[in-house]
Structure formats: structure tokens, C-alpha cells
């Protein structure tokens, strides 16, 4: 039986190694990520339906997303960030798009059933007026614009923190939670807007 010694990094260390020109050094770095943050990724993705397939494709499209940003300069590790946090968060995100570009190519989605009152709501205009309110909140997200919509689906749906996503997007946590104050007032405006009509 071969037995595999895992090298341990620091994570000034890991962002090094994965910047690095040697491929054996990016290897270990690739391999460290793998045997920490897989783990944890397929437990997650587990609870959310998703196939092992599905769950290999996403983990492996956000490591290498998350390595080509590292090489490109598009992420640089910033004095609280955990790099396994990070990828974390990419292979997510990786999942999710996934999954819902497939609802997308079958033709499911959430507006599709809409039109359906729960038989079970003891008040069913209520559940269809709670079925409007989702619509309308839905076309304003659209109509904010992609960052917003980025900002608010990355926070509220995803429930990526404040500072997850300073270090995905390359500010800080301070300004991000300035944008995400000033999205959420657009969305409001707009939800109240198109419900007084």
C-alpha cells in the first residue's frame, strides 16, 4: 500500500505555489485543494441534488477558474482571506450556474409554476398574490442590471458573506457592503414602484 504525504501550506505559501512557474509545486498546490475543499464542496452540492457527475464538473470548472484568475492577476490574496474559502465559493458558483442552465435548457424554471396556486393554501389569493410579489421582484432584478443582480443573488441566494465576496469581486468588504446597501434600495424603489400600479 502506498502511502501519500500531504504537504501543508500556509496560505501565503498556497497563493505562491499556485502562482508558481513549476508545475510540481502547482501540483501540490492543486492536490492540497483538492483533498480540503472536495470534501467539504460534495457534502454541499450532496444536500442540493446534485449528481456526483455534476458535483466533479463543478469542483473541477471553479478549481481551474479560481488557478486562471490566480495566473492572470484577477485575484490576489488579501490578509484575511482563506484560499480554501475561495475555491469554495467558485466551484460553488460553478454548481449553481450549472444547475441552472440546465433548468434553463429544459424549459424549468421558477416563473414556469407560477401559474399554480398551492391546492393545500388555506387562502389560495394569498398564495397567488405571494406568487405576483416573487414575479415582480424577479423583473426588477433583471431590470437593475448584471453587477446588482450579482451582488444581490451572490448575498441573499447564494449566502455568500460580505467579505467572500470582496474577495471574489477584488474590493473590500467595506465598499461591497456600500453596494450591496445601495442594490438593495434600487430593488425596493422598483418592487414598490410596480406594486402600486
Not at 492572470?72 to 490578509?79: D, F, P, Q, S, T
Not at 451572490?154 to 474577495?167: H, K, P, T, V
Not at 434600487?186 to 410596480?194: F, P
Request: net charge positive.
Amino acid at each position: 500500500m502506498k502511502i501519500l504525504f500531504w504537504k501543508t501550506f500556509t496560505q501565503s505559501e498556497l497563493y505562491n505555489a499556485l502562482r508558481s512557474d513549476h508545475e510540481r509545486e502547482r501540483g501540490q498546490a492543486y492536490d492540497y485543494l483538492y483533498k480540503n475543499v472536495y470534501p467539504l464542496f460534495s457534502g454541499w452540492a450532496r444536500k442540493q441534488g446534485g449528481t456526483q457527475e455534476e458535483m466533479e464538473d463543478a469542483f473541477q470548472d471553479g478549481l481551474l477558474s479560481f488557478m486562471t484568475d490566480i495566473r492572470n492577476g484577477k485575484y490576489v490574496l488579501m490578509e484575511q482571506a482563506r484560499i480554501e474559502s475561495v475555491v469554495f465559493n467558485y466551484t460553488k458558483r460553478k454548481f449553481l450556474n450549472s444547475v441552472s442552465r440546465v433548468h434553463r435548457n429544459t424549459g424549468t424554471s421558477i416563473e414556469s409554476f407560477y401559474h399554480l396556486i398551492d391546492p393545500n393554501a388555506q387562502n389560495p389569493l394569498a398564495a397567488l398574490e405571494e406568487k405576483s410579489v416573487m414575479w415582480i421582484v424577479e423583473r426588477c432584478l433583471e431590470a437593475l442590471g448584471k453587477k446588482c443582480r450579482e451582488i444581490l443573488t451572490s448575498f441573499y441566494i447564494e449566502e455568500l458573506s460580505l467579505r467572500e465576496m470582496a474577495e471574489l469581486s477584488g474590493s473590500t468588504e467595506g465598499s461591497m457592503k456600500v453596494e450591496r446597501f445601495n442594490c438593495m434600495k434600487k430593488l425596493r424603489t422598483c418592487v414598490v414602484s410596480k406594486m402600486d400600479r
